[in-house]
């Protein structure tokens, strides 16, 4: 038990930067990344409490057309479209409210790094580089949280210091 309480606290606990300034600063590109992952990007394709009406999607559904983008990657994609529609639209919409909230963050970072990795080089790759600039951005947003976490303005900030005391 007390292996699994160590490897929480590594996941959950951030990287505190020397000022709280610099914290601040970097959760602003933390804190915007997640909230256009979460509403734009993952609730176009995931039905969450706060998808457009008009997209007729129920909590956790995925919209229609998405298995079959996947479904058109090939290889493993094509073995289990509807799982990998699914993992990719909860990773943005999910994981980018945990981004947003700097809850878990290095487990939705993951998450969103494999969706975005995806997305660069399975949908995007063979088209110009303006189409692939916004699965870029959000891949190195979630690569430089997934080594810091939330820093100290994230719930992760909070519950690790709970766990520390």
């Known amino acids: 038990m007390t292996q699994l309480k160590f490897i929480f606290k590594l996941l959950i606990t951030p990287v505190l930067q020397k000022?709280?300034?610099i914290d601040l600063i970097f959760?602003?590109?933390r804190v915007l990344s997640g909230l256009w992952l979460t509403t734009m990007f993952g609730a176009d394709k995931f039905g969450m409490p706060w998808t457009s009406d008009d997209r007729h999607l129920q909590l956790f559904e995925v919209v229609a057309w998405f298995p079959e983008d996947v479904k058109a990657y090939g290889g493993i994609f094509a073995i289990a479209p509807v799982f990998f529609a699914w993992m990719g639209a909860f990773s943005e919409a999910v994981g980018g409210l945990f981004l947003l909230l700097g809850l878990?963050?290095?487990i939705a970072s993951f998450l969103i790094i494999c969706?975005?990795?995806v997305a660069i080089f399975c949908q995007k790759f063979n088209g110009p580089l303006w189409n692939m600039l916004p699965a870029i951005s959000f891949l190195w947003v979630a690569i430089y949280n997934l080594f810091l976490g939330s820093g100290r303005f994230g719930l992760d900030y909070?519950?690790?210091k709970k766990l520390n005391n």
């Open 27 to 29: 959760a602003i590109p």
């Open 104 to 106: 878990k963050t290095r």
């Open 158 to 160: 909070l519950i690790s």
């Open 115 to 117: 969706t975005m990795l």
């Open 19 to 21: 000022h709280w300034f």
